[in-house]
């Protein structure tokens, strides 16, 4: 069997790892902190439990999908809870309450945003057309120029909406710009303004609307603590506690993993899952022959960062499972996150609430929020040590005036505070960009590092940091390319595609569809 060690046991990692054990390989992992999940994580504080990262799943589908190749049900591992609804969305004036479920969210907007049901209508028709014509493009490898002239690619060449921003084409379904964001907002998982994110990305809006948002009961880190019980009864070691110094080369090969603690064990094949810019500026180090140096890595556009308050409370709030804090200038918030990168005074906020949905997370009648404002990365030279308490202060003032949370300093009783600071120097996260490389069209596909990283001939990239790009379900739809093309290489059959799903959070008879695959 060949030796496949993969670096980081994130969820990029551990599913690369679950296929390739899978298909008969003899995989290691090998993870620098004492728990498995990397930004998927827990933490623990008292008797409250948070998530480090990730506070849901959509496209429950691919998760389902990936767990089944192995032979697995996801509901053996695991409790899904459907969030119903989805979010709520706060202006300064006005609230939208968005739902998955087609009459309400019609109604939903109406009472709030009136005369655009029947764009909703559209924005559902033409947005699911969009997705049937991207996901190939999502789900196959794209490291060369060549895989961009495939039939696929330029059946979906119409749909990338080159040209077009994230607001541009939410602007043709919706009259109110308000109302334009309650679609647009989702581009913050790739770290960037809806007036710079590519119009393709109308889809993360709609995957959430058509297949609904999930809670894992326990938190969403049940997800990596499932894939490391997978791979315990598939008989693959995870070695916790054991930060990776270096991949060792020899020629074009990557020969071996070198601890800290100078161990060297060696492979055939490595996979890295660290953050894409500290493996390639730490773990490939003095090689004349790498294709990514310190200032190419730098030269790349980056996600935003984020400044996170985990607080236990002795309370529980009147709050939906999910809130989402618009600034009331939003769109000088975002130019100020991604290009000025300076500190907004006018601030978004996300606030994730779980209790409402799961009871496990905290003592009974208390309560656990996630705070999460996006700032901008460590381009910026903000000096976090000086402004992080002033910060945190300016961000709990918004959230008791804002939402409502009266005196919610005074029923803290556990917290923890995470800048940009910390995902770099704790996490090892390249510049705090939480959401890895940006995603402009110059950024995706081929044109993002490459799940088969060169010059080597064994060293392949799972992750956020290499195609098809971040976001959860994503990553793990990137393992699935990784392990596809050692598996086609070493002429061994290769796991299937499954199509879209048909089973949507609507009725088809709501509309008068030209396409017979919905």
Request: glycine share 6%; with cysteine.
């Amino acid at each position: 069997m060949k030796k496949i060690s993969v670096v980081g046991a994130g969820p990029g990692g551990l599913t690369s790892a679950m296929l390739l054990a899978n298909a008969g390989y003899d995989v290691t992992v090998f993870e620098k902190e004492d728990v498995v999940g990397g930004r998927t994580s827990p933490i623990h504080m008292g008797n409250f439990t948070f998530d480090r990262g990730p506070t849901f799943v959509n496209m429950i589908y691919l998760i389902k999908e990936i767990f089944e190749l192995t032979g697995r049900k996801l509901s053996d591992y695991m409790e899904l809870i459907e969030l119903s609804p989805l979010y709520e969305l706060v202006y300064n004036d006005k609230r939208l309450t968005v739902s998955s479920d087609y009459e309400e969210m019609v109604e939903n907007i109406e009472a709030v945003f009136p005369g655009n049901r029947d764009g909703y209508k559209r924005y559902l028709k033409e947005t699911h057309k969009k997705l049937e014509a991207l996901s190939p493009l999502l789900q196959r490898k794209m490291d060369s120029i060549t895989d961009l002239l495939s039939p696929d690619a330029i059946k979906a060449l119409p749909e990338l909406e080159i040209g077009k921003s994230l607001m541009d084409k939410l602007s043709e379904y919706f009259i109110q710009e308000e109302l334009q964001l309650a679609f647009t907002f989702q581009s913050k998982y790739l770290g960037m303004s809806p007036w710079t994110c590519p119009g393709a990305f109308s889809i993360l809006s709609y995957i959430e609307q058509a297949y609904g948002v999930f809670h894992i009961k326990g938190g969403v880190h049940q997800l990596t603590q499932a894939m490391a019980k997978v791979l315990e009864e598939m008989g693959v070691k995870i070695h916790l506690n054991s930060p990776v110094a270096e991949l060792v080369r020899h020629n074009k090969r990557i020969e071996a993993i070198k601890l800290e603690n100078g161990e060297m064990h060696y492979c055939d094949d490595a996979i890295i899952n660290a953050d894409f810019g500290y493996a390639m500026n730490h773990l490939l180090k003095d090689d004349k022959r790498k294709k990514w140096t310190p200032k190419k890595v730098a030269s790349k556009k980056y996600s935003c960062s984020t400044f996170m308050l985990y607080l236990g409370l002795d309370t529980q709030y009147d709050l939906q499972h999910h809130t989402i804090l618009f600034a009331e200038d939003y769109r000088k918030n975002m130019e100020e996150i991604s290009e000025t990168k300076v500190l907004s005074e006018d601030m978004s906020i996300y606030v994730q609430n779980p209790v409402v949905s799961d009871d496990t997370l905290a003592p009974k009648g208390q309560s656990t929020l996630y705070v999460l404002a996006p700032v901008p990365n460590n381009f910026s030279g903000i000096d976090w040590p000086i402004v992080e308490k002033q910060y945190r202060a300016a961000i709990i003032k918004t959230l008791e005036k804002q939402l409502g949370l009266e005196n919610l300093e005074d029923h803290i009783v556990e917290e923890m505070m995470f800048s940009p600071l910390d995902w770099e120097q704790k996490m090892n996260v390249y510049k705090g960009a939480i959401f890895n490389l940006g995603h402009q069209l110059s950024q995706m596909m081929t044109f993002r590092p490459h799940n088969k990283l060169t010059p080597y001939e064994n060293c392949w990239l799972v992750g956020g940091g290499t195609h098809p790009g971040s976001g959860l379900p994503i990553i793990l739809e990137s393992a699935r390319i990784s392990a596809n093309m050692i598996l086609k290489r070493d002429n061994k059959p290769t796991y299937a595609i499954q199509p879209l799903p048909k089973e949507l959070n609507y009725s088809i008879s709501d509309f008068d569809y030209a396409s017979n695959n919905i």
